[in-house]
Protein backbone atom coordinates (compact mmCIF):
# COMPACT_ATOMS: atom_id res chain seq x y z
CA UNK A 1 0.00 0.00 0.00
CA UNK A 2 1.56 3.19 -0.88
CA UNK A 3 0.88 5.69 2.26
CA UNK A 4 2.13 8.91 0.76
CA UNK A 5 -1.15 10.04 0.36
CA UNK A 6 -3.49 11.95 3.78
CA UNK A 7 -6.43 9.36 2.78
CA UNK A 8 -4.02 6.30 2.91
CA UNK A 9 -2.49 7.43 6.31
CA UNK A 10 -5.74 8.23 7.37
CA UNK A 11 -6.65 4.98 6.38
CA UNK A 12 -3.61 3.72 8.79
CA UNK A 13 -4.74 5.82 11.28
CA UNK A 14 -7.79 3.45 11.19
CA UNK A 15 -5.84 0.19 11.39
CA UNK A 16 -4.63 1.40 15.07
CA UNK A 17 -7.96 2.82 16.09
CA UNK A 18 -9.39 -0.92 15.66
CA UNK A 19 -6.83 -2.32 16.92
CA UNK A 20 -7.01 0.01 20.18
CA UNK A 21 -10.58 -0.59 20.17
CA UNK A 22 -9.77 -4.16 20.40
CA UNK A 23 -7.79 -3.75 23.21
CA UNK A 24 -10.12 -1.81 25.10
CA UNK A 25 -12.88 -4.49 24.63
CA UNK A 26 -10.79 -7.32 25.73
CA UNK A 27 -9.75 -4.81 28.74
CA UNK A 28 -13.20 -4.67 29.81
CA UNK A 29 -13.33 -8.38 29.09
CA UNK A 30 -13.91 -10.68 32.53
CA UNK A 31 -11.95 -14.21 32.12
CA UNK A 32 -14.18 -16.74 32.56
CA UNK A 33 -12.57 -18.15 35.49
CA UNK A 34 -12.71 -14.90 37.51
CA UNK A 35 -16.45 -14.07 36.69
CA UNK A 36 -17.73 -18.01 37.33
CA UNK A 37 -15.77 -17.48 41.15
CA UNK A 38 -17.31 -14.03 41.65
CA UNK A 39 -20.75 -15.78 40.59
CA UNK A 40 -20.34 -18.50 43.14
CA UNK A 41 -19.16 -16.05 45.60
CA UNK A 42 -22.05 -14.13 45.02
CA UNK A 43 -24.05 -17.59 45.45
CA UNK A 44 -22.54 -18.11 48.78
CA UNK A 45 -22.92 -14.55 49.90
CA UNK A 46 -27.06 -14.56 49.39
CA UNK A 47 -26.93 -18.84 50.41
CA UNK A 48 -25.28 -17.31 53.69
CA UNK A 49 -27.69 -14.08 54.23
CA UNK A 50 -30.51 -16.24 53.66
CA UNK A 51 -29.22 -18.93 56.11
CA UNK A 52 -28.38 -16.42 58.91
CA UNK A 53 -31.43 -14.78 58.32
CA UNK A 54 -33.71 -17.62 58.69
CA UNK A 55 -31.62 -18.69 61.84
CA UNK A 56 -32.11 -15.17 63.71
CA UNK A 57 -35.71 -16.40 63.40
CA UNK A 58 -35.54 -19.96 64.21
CA UNK A 59 -33.32 -18.37 67.16
CA UNK A 60 -36.04 -15.13 68.21
CA UNK A 61 -39.07 -18.45 68.19
CA UNK A 62 -36.92 -20.64 70.27
CA UNK A 63 -36.21 -17.81 72.80
CA UNK A 64 -39.64 -16.74 72.95
CA UNK A 65 -41.36 -20.31 73.48
CA UNK A 66 -38.57 -21.24 76.31
CA UNK A 67 -39.47 -17.81 78.24
CA UNK A 68 -42.96 -18.88 77.72
CA UNK A 69 -41.79 -22.64 78.78
CA UNK A 70 -40.38 -21.20 81.80
CA UNK A 71 -43.41 -18.98 83.07
CA UNK A 72 -45.85 -22.25 82.90
CA UNK A 73 -43.59 -24.22 85.19
CA UNK A 74 -43.35 -21.21 87.44
CA UNK A 75 -46.90 -20.79 87.00
CA UNK A 76 -47.50 -24.86 87.80
CA UNK A 77 -45.04 -24.64 91.30
CA UNK A 78 -47.07 -22.03 92.52
CA UNK A 79 -49.88 -23.72 91.61
CA UNK A 80 -49.03 -26.28 93.76
CA UNK A 81 -47.47 -24.60 96.82
CA UNK A 82 -51.26 -22.97 96.73
CA UNK A 83 -52.62 -26.49 96.26
CA UNK A 84 -51.07 -27.28 99.71
CA UNK A 85 -51.61 -24.31 101.41
CA UNK A 86 -55.42 -23.91 100.63
CA UNK A 87 -56.91 -26.41 99.02
CA UNK A 88 -59.06 -28.23 102.06
CA UNK A 89 -61.93 -30.03 100.38
CA UNK A 90 -62.18 -32.08 97.61
CA UNK A 91 -63.91 -28.87 95.16
CA UNK A 92 -60.70 -26.95 95.41
CA UNK A 93 -58.34 -29.68 95.33
CA UNK A 94 -59.95 -30.48 92.12
CA UNK A 95 -59.97 -27.22 90.62
CA UNK A 96 -56.05 -27.17 91.50
CA UNK A 97 -55.37 -29.72 89.62
CA UNK A 98 -57.51 -28.97 86.53
CA UNK A 99 -55.29 -26.04 86.37
CA UNK A 100 -52.30 -27.30 86.99
CA UNK A 101 -53.55 -30.03 84.42
CA UNK A 102 -53.57 -27.05 81.66
CA UNK A 103 -50.27 -25.72 82.70
CA UNK A 104 -48.82 -29.21 82.12
CA UNK A 105 -50.61 -29.44 78.65
CA UNK A 106 -49.43 -25.80 77.62
CA UNK A 107 -45.72 -27.44 78.60
CA UNK A 108 -46.12 -30.63 76.61
CA UNK A 109 -47.50 -28.64 73.34
CA UNK A 110 -44.73 -25.79 73.95
CA UNK A 111 -42.02 -28.86 74.21
CA UNK A 112 -43.62 -30.37 71.07
CA UNK A 113 -43.01 -26.65 69.48
CA UNK A 114 -39.50 -26.31 70.33
CA UNK A 115 -38.40 -29.81 69.02
CA UNK A 116 -38.68 -29.39 65.65
CA UNK A 117 -37.16 -25.68 66.09
CA UNK A 118 -33.64 -27.26 67.69
CA UNK A 119 -33.83 -29.67 64.94
CA UNK A 120 -34.39 -26.68 62.65
CA UNK A 121 -31.58 -24.50 64.31
CA UNK A 122 -29.08 -27.53 64.36
CA UNK A 123 -29.70 -27.94 60.65
CA UNK A 124 -29.14 -23.89 59.95
CA UNK A 125 -25.91 -23.27 61.86
CA UNK A 126 -24.32 -26.35 60.75
CA UNK A 127 -25.17 -24.68 56.53
CA UNK A 128 -23.99 -21.36 57.93
CA UNK A 129 -20.39 -23.04 58.72
CA UNK A 130 -20.43 -24.52 55.54
CA UNK A 131 -20.86 -21.45 53.73
CA UNK A 132 -18.26 -19.58 55.89
CA UNK A 133 -15.91 -22.41 55.10
CA UNK A 134 -17.11 -22.12 51.05
CA UNK A 135 -16.70 -17.94 51.91
CA UNK A 136 -13.47 -18.33 53.27
CA UNK A 137 -12.00 -20.94 50.15
CA UNK A 138 -13.28 -18.49 47.90
CA UNK A 139 -11.50 -15.30 49.01
CA UNK A 140 -7.56 -16.58 48.21
CA UNK A 141 -9.12 -18.20 45.30
CA UNK A 142 -10.70 -14.65 43.70
CA UNK A 143 -7.92 -12.60 44.92
CA UNK A 144 -5.53 -14.51 43.15
CA UNK A 145 -7.28 -14.36 39.93
CA UNK A 146 -7.78 -10.75 40.33
CA UNK A 147 -4.44 -10.29 40.68
CA UNK A 148 -3.50 -12.63 37.52
CA UNK A 149 -6.65 -10.09 35.53
CA UNK A 150 -4.67 -7.26 36.74
CA UNK A 151 -1.72 -8.07 35.01
CA UNK A 152 -3.67 -9.01 31.65
CA UNK A 153 -5.02 -5.87 31.94
CA UNK A 154 -1.46 -3.73 32.58
CA UNK A 155 0.10 -6.22 29.35
CA UNK A 156 -3.14 -4.68 27.09
CA UNK A 157 -2.63 -1.13 28.30
CA UNK A 158 1.65 -1.55 27.38
CA UNK A 159 0.08 -2.80 23.82
CA UNK A 160 -1.83 0.26 23.74
CA UNK A 161 0.47 2.48 24.74
CA UNK A 162 2.49 1.33 21.67
CA UNK A 163 -0.13 1.44 19.25
CA UNK A 164 -1.37 5.19 20.66
CA UNK A 165 2.07 7.20 20.22
CA UNK A 166 2.11 5.99 16.35
CA UNK A 167 -1.13 6.71 15.71
CA UNK A 168 -0.29 10.04 17.15
CA UNK A 169 2.93 10.72 15.38
CA UNK A 170 0.57 9.78 12.08
CA UNK A 171 -2.32 12.22 13.15
CA UNK A 172 -0.09 15.31 13.65
CA UNK A 173 0.68 15.23 9.54
CA UNK A 174 -2.94 15.08 8.98
CA UNK A 175 -5.05 18.07 8.57
CA UNK A 176 -7.23 18.62 11.46
CA UNK A 177 -10.24 18.79 10.19
CA UNK A 178 -10.05 16.08 8.28
CA UNK A 179 -9.36 13.86 11.13
CA UNK A 180 -12.12 15.73 13.56
CA UNK A 181 -14.67 14.84 10.53
CA UNK A 182 -13.40 10.85 10.07
CA UNK A 183 -13.46 10.75 13.66
CA UNK A 184 -17.10 11.62 14.01
CA UNK A 185 -18.02 9.46 10.93
CA UNK A 186 -16.18 6.42 12.75
CA UNK A 187 -18.12 6.99 15.68
CA UNK A 188 -21.58 6.87 13.90
CA UNK A 189 -20.60 3.80 11.63
CA UNK A 190 -19.49 1.25 13.99
CA UNK A 191 -15.97 1.97 14.12
CA UNK A 192 -15.32 2.34 10.50
CA UNK A 193 -14.45 5.75 8.87
CA UNK A 194 -12.72 5.39 5.85
CA UNK A 195 -13.17 2.68 3.91
CA UNK A 196 -11.04 0.80 1.02
CA UNK A 197 -13.12 0.77 -2.74
CA UNK A 198 -13.17 -2.89 -4.21
CA UNK A 199 -14.58 -4.09 -7.60
CA UNK A 200 -15.98 -0.44 -7.70
CA UNK A 201 -17.92 -0.89 -4.33
CA UNK A 202 -18.06 0.88 -1.00
CA UNK A 203 -16.67 -1.88 1.27
CA UNK A 204 -18.42 -0.34 4.00
CA UNK A 205 -22.02 -0.81 2.80
CA UNK A 206 -21.44 -2.93 -0.66
CA UNK A 207 -22.78 -0.42 -2.75
CA UNK A 208 -22.00 -0.14 -6.46
CA UNK A 209 -20.11 3.48 -6.85
CA UNK A 210 -20.55 5.31 -9.64
CA UNK A 211 -17.90 5.73 -12.06
CA UNK A 212 -17.72 8.95 -11.44
CA UNK A 213 -16.96 8.52 -7.68
CA UNK A 214 -14.56 6.14 -8.25
CA UNK A 215 -12.64 8.24 -10.91
CA UNK A 216 -12.60 10.61 -8.35
CA UNK A 217 -11.43 8.27 -5.38
CA UNK A 218 -8.81 6.95 -7.29
CA UNK A 219 -6.83 9.69 -7.57
CA UNK A 220 -6.44 10.14 -3.70
CA UNK A 221 -7.10 14.12 -3.55
CA UNK A 222 -8.83 15.96 -0.97
CA UNK A 223 -11.62 17.10 -0.24
CA UNK A 224 -12.12 13.53 0.15
CA UNK A 225 -14.56 11.29 -1.16
CA UNK A 226 -17.55 9.86 0.60
CA UNK A 227 -19.77 7.31 -0.25
CA UNK A 228 -22.79 8.35 -1.27
CA UNK A 229 -25.11 5.34 0.65
CA UNK A 230 -23.10 5.26 3.89
CA UNK A 231 -21.22 8.35 4.51
CA UNK A 232 -18.31 6.79 4.96
CA UNK A 233 -14.39 8.69 3.51
CA UNK A 234 -13.36 6.41 0.60
CA UNK A 235 -9.88 5.06 -0.67
CA UNK A 236 -8.41 3.47 -3.39
CA UNK A 237 -5.63 1.29 -1.99
Known sequence: MNESGPLE????????????????????????????????????????????????????????????????????????SEQEKNAFDPKAQ??????????????????????????????LEGRRGALRGQHGTLRPRIADL????EARV???????EGARREREEMVSALDSRLVKEYELIRRSKKG???????????TGCNMQLPVTVQQRVATGRLPAVKCPSCGRFLVKL
Open 146 to 149: EQQD
Open 9 to 80: RLYRVQQFDLELDRLHDEELRVPDGLREAREEQERVNNDLEDAEIELEGVERSIRQLESDLASTRDQIARAR
Open 192 to 202: LGIVPVEAGRC
Open 154 to 160: EGLRAQG
Open 94 to 123: TQYQNRIQQLEDRVTETDEGLAPLYERRTT
